[in-house]
Nanobody, 129 residues
Framework: QVQLVESGGGLVQTGGSLRLSCAAS????????MAWFRQAPGKEREFVAHISWGRTSTYYADSVKGRFMISRDNAKNTVYLQMNTVKPEDTAVYYC??????????????????????WGQGTQVTVSS
């Protein structure tokens, strides 16, 4: 059974840090590109960050660039999202996603939800002001 399970969410103060984790099972993790998306109440889901299967390419939404960092440990089948200097507008449910496309494909589709085939159930992040 293919599964992605997020953890690490919670309540954090403005300016603080949080690290999200996403553990994968049931798939050959090292062959999948991984991404984080988020969805705030009343808003559409939006792209946050992407990392290629070989860690050679990363992409970020402009709203998190310089504050968030995506990384992965293929030996642990886990992808991470380090969130620094968080803001109230970072409050959302964060989802990880896995995709089997090529690097060329993701170079122009990394921010599209339809480019990923497996999704986690999400973890809530709340930033207090």
């Amino acid at each position: 059974q293919v599964q992605l399970v997020e953890s690490g969410g919670g309540l954090v103060q403005t300016g603080g840090s949080l690290r999200l984790s996403c553990a994968a099972s049931g798939l050959t993790f090292s062959r999948y590109a991984m991404a984080w998306f988020r969805q705030a109440p009343g808003k559409e889901r939006e792209f946050v960050a992407h990392i290629s299967w070989g860690r050679t390419s990363t992409y970020y939404a402009d709203s998190v660039k310089g504050r968030f960092m995506i990384s992965r440990d293929n030996a642990k089948n886990t992808v991470y999202l380090q969130m620094n200097t968080v803001k109230p507008e970072d409050t959302a449910v964060y989802y990880c996603a896995a995709g089997a496309g090529s690097g060329t494909y993701y170079s122009s589709n990394y921010d599209q939800g339809s480019a990923y085939v497996v999704w986690g159930q999400g973890t809530q992040v709340t930033v207090s002001s």
